[in-house]
């Protein structure tokens, strides 16, 4: 650990089956006036809205709704957002939802008091609030992004065509409680899952795959890695198993919660070329993560041979016997790129509706960020995505 750090993660959980029941408890704490904020209906089929409602009706509340928060939440529905629970006058924001339901209430909660437009302020400008901000608590019916317990928020612009991601400093914007049922991912369907399990795996590899010293984050990322290699198998084989299902869930929570990043820097390449790639083609988060990662990590290998070595020793469990650093290093994102084929995720760029003639724009869109092995320059960038094509 050679850097210093705090660490505070204000969100608390109830996690496992039935924890729908802490709602009404929770909801005491906090003012009449709920803004209830989901997606395109998923909650309406399997129940969930019918079990969240109930819970706020026990509380007595007087509830809002934003029905209808999208995949990849645009800026345009952000500010629709908005008017409604300020008409409201809003004391809690509740999502019931997966990640873009998530960051959209995040999203939500910094601009109702806040005079400028939110897209600019918070996303074009990367301010922080400099207002009162509205609480937010998560019910979790996607896994993936770790948007339960963490203050990311990402809003799509498709004027501008740019997805850009905004993690806020301010503790406020965690969510004040989060309740993860596994059960309430049962429904998803089986892309969205995979989707999801590649998110968590990148998750864990863009903070691992960065600095030199012998962090003991990298440990406890390598046990994430294992524990969702392993949850992801067995869930891709039978969805309904629970146990594999609740490890997937737990597994997701820790990979973003800001726990893993302490004491050392990060990489964020590979999401920061998705993003990108999400705001030409709004294709699903997870995929777009899959299509670019096996050519960005077999670009960067070379400056991280020993890093990429201990991935594949810890993680993969490869025999080092006769070959050299290299080889091993290579060995591991082998095992990678075949555990990413079995899983079922999106290996390619064109499958997600990528062009040749939007190359140069998903670049110009990607942020350029210095944590990683080797600091890419725009060319690269270009290099990369036309790998992946
Ligand atoms: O809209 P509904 O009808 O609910 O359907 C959703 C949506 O179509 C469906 N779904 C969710 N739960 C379901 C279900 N369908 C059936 N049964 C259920 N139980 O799944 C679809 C995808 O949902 P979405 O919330 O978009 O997925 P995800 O959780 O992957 O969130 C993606 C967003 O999060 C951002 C991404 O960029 C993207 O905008 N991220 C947020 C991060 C953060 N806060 O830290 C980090 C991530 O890297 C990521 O960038
Ligand atoms: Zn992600």
Request: charged residues 25%; proline residues 5%; contains cysteine.
């Amino acid at each position: 650990m050679l850097g210093n750090f705090s660490y505070y993660n204000p969100t608390k959980l109830y996690f496992g089956e039935n924890a729908i029941e802490n709602l009404p408890g929770e909801l005491e704490k906090y003012g009449p006036n709920v803004v209830l904020i989901y997606g395109g209906g998923s909650i309406k089929k399997n129940g969930i809205y019918d079990d969240v409602v109930s819970a706020l009706e026990k509380a007595g509340k007087n509830v809002a709704e934003i029905p209808g928060v999208m995949p990849n939440p645009t800026s345009g529905k952000l500010r629709e957002g908005v008017e409604i629970a300020r008409a409201h006058n809003a004391d809690l924001l509740l999502a019931v939802g997966g990640g873009s339901v998530c960051d959209y209430s995040k999203a939500v909660a910094v601009s109702i008091h806040c005079d400028d437009d939110p897209w600019e302020k918070y996303y074009l400008r990367q301010e922080e609030p400099d207002c009162e901000i509205v609480p937010v608590a998560c019910v979790l019916t996607m896994v993936g992004t770790g948007s339960e317990m963490n203050a990311g928020t990402v809003i799509t612009d498709p004027d501008s065509k740019l997805k850009i991601g905004h993690v806020y400093a301010n503790e406020e914007v965690f969510p004040r409680f989060s309740i993860l049922d596994p059960r309430y991912t049962m429904t998803l369907p089986k892309e969205q899952m995979v989707a999801g399990i590649y998110d968590i795996f990148n998750h864990i590899c863009e903070q691992y795959f960065s600095g030199y010293d012998d962090s003991a984050s990298d440990y406890i990322a390598e046990g994430l890695l294992r524990a969702v290699i392993k949850a992801g198998r067995d869930s891709v084989k039978d969805p309904q198993n629970y146990e594999a299902r609740s490890n997937l869930m737990w597994t997701a929570t820790w990979a973003l919660n800001t726990l893993i990043s302490r004491g050392k820097s990060t990489d964020w390449m590979v999401h920061m070329m998705g993003q990108s790639v999400g705001g030409y083609t709004n294709a699903t988060h997870g995929m777009t993560l899959a299509a670019v990662s096996m050519p960005y990590y077999r670009y960067i290998l070379p400056y991280g041979v020993p890093k990429f070595q201990r991935f594949a020793r810890n993680v993969w469990d490869v025999d080092l016997y006769g070959l050299s650093d290299e080889e091993v290093a290579l060995e591991g994102l082998s095992c990678m790129e075949k555990w990413m084929k079995e899983i079922g995720v999106v290996m390619n760029l064109t499958e997600l509706g990528v062009t040749e003639d939007m190359i140069e724009g998903i670049a110009d869109g990607t942020f350029l960020l210095e944590g990683g092995y080797k600091p890419l320059t725009r060319e690269e960038v270009v290099e990369i995505l036309r790998e992946s094509m």
